[in-house]
DNA sequence: TGTACATCAGTGAACGCGCGTTCACTGATGTAC
DNA sequence: TGTACATCAGTGAACGCGCGTTCACTGATGTAC
């Protein structure tokens, strides 16, 4: 064991990380994070100021990862030769990945929304994915596609990222923590499908 | 000052209602509760279990005061001579009396969702407001009347709670904690427009 | 190639926080006879 | 009308929790000369 670790600071973003997986926000703890990667526990302050420098950083990592997902089914959708069919199922492929993030990945996405940031942030964190986009900016780019293609009037476009963002966040808000949590899951694929419909619907 | 206290349950119960309203629901604190009470900090576990079932209590009077603004907004709607017209600006008021409630009482909000609870709870806890439902029984009545006007094909009835509430609760949640925190007045107005409208048109 | 020294990255002991909760207790109240 | 006693509602001291953070420190590393 040297008495240099070498990769303390990624040691202990992963070890963070594996705990807000877990636990959510409130189970990154600095103490923790630093048994784990196998140290004394105020040499995190060589790395991170702070216990909430290191949230921060964590929660910056859940945002990719939440990222990440929505690309990756987005890329599931198979393209056809319809342009505008395509352009809508993306669209929808978005919104089912951020449920689903919410419900596989419930700590992580807890996680992400703990930290005080402005939208900025949820729009583009760099080096996420091939886009370079957060979750925010990937939304914003689907639906910027579908006025592109003429299938979403110009005029619905502004604020258009709101409504889409709100019913599935709500969602999934209601379903890990609130009181839909206890749904069967039949019931909640209904809802999911009735959200996911409802906000095509009210493009 | 009495040895007997006489009201210090309701005492207990108010001050940690007045903390909820500050700071949410870590706020709602034991010892704070009876200090406010100007009592020994166990004089709390005569009426109370423990500091969870204080908190619950809290919670279910902070859901009544949502509902009771849902109410009161849906009063103010004018009665005119067309009854359909009427039952969706009911509708729309109800959501945006939901996001009121956040906006205005943010602490009150974050108590009312802090407590793990089913959905039965939200559909109607007793003595509240004339009707005597919750805000989840309040959407469902909303909803209803609009099918029985025929204004709502009923084959869109079943889940439609789900769609209309996850938009005005997630739009509450990303405005106040999350993302949409830093939005201007003027932003923000935009967004609560766009999801009450995209709700109404998801129907 | 050596040596001196600044610098960096770790250690270990300690503090304070504020709370929830428990224990043994005392003061007030109501009721049976 | 008094008295004995159960019961209820409060008191006060104490514990343990687990953490974040600070302090003074030591071991390793790199660089100037």
Tied chains: 1, 2.
Excluded: K
């Amino acid at each position: 064991v040297p008495y240099h670790h070498g990769e303390l600071r990624a040691a202990l973003l992963d070890a963070g990380i594996a705990l807000a997986r877990t636990g959510g926000p409130n189970a990154v703890v600095l103490r923790a994070a630093t048994r784990t990667a196998g140290v004394s526990h105020n040499a995190a302050y060589r790395h991170f100021e702070d216990r909430s420098a290191l949230l921060r950083a964590v929660c910056e990592r859940c945002m990719s990862e939440l990222a990440l997902l929505i690309e990756r089914r987005c890329d599931d959708v198979p393209v056809t030769d319809s342009q505008v069919a395509d352009a809508w199922l993306r669209l929808e492929a978005t919104g089912r990945a951020y449920i689903e993030f919410a419900l596989t990945e419930t700590g992580w996405f807890r996680t992400a929304f703990a930290v005080p940031t402005g939208l900025e942030y949820f729009a583009s964190d760099e080096g996420v994915g091939r886009s370079g986009l957060g979750p925010y900016g990937l939304l914003s780019t689907r639906l910027d596609e579908l006025v592109t293609l003429g299938a979403l009037p110009s005029e619905q476009r502004p604020g258009a990222e709101y409504a889409a963002w709100s019913a599935v966040h709500g969602l999934s808000s209601l379903l890990i923590d609130g009181p839909l949590r206890d749904l069967s899951d039949a019931e909640r694929a209904v809802a999911i499908d009735r959200v996911v419909t409802g906000v095509v619907d009210g493009l």
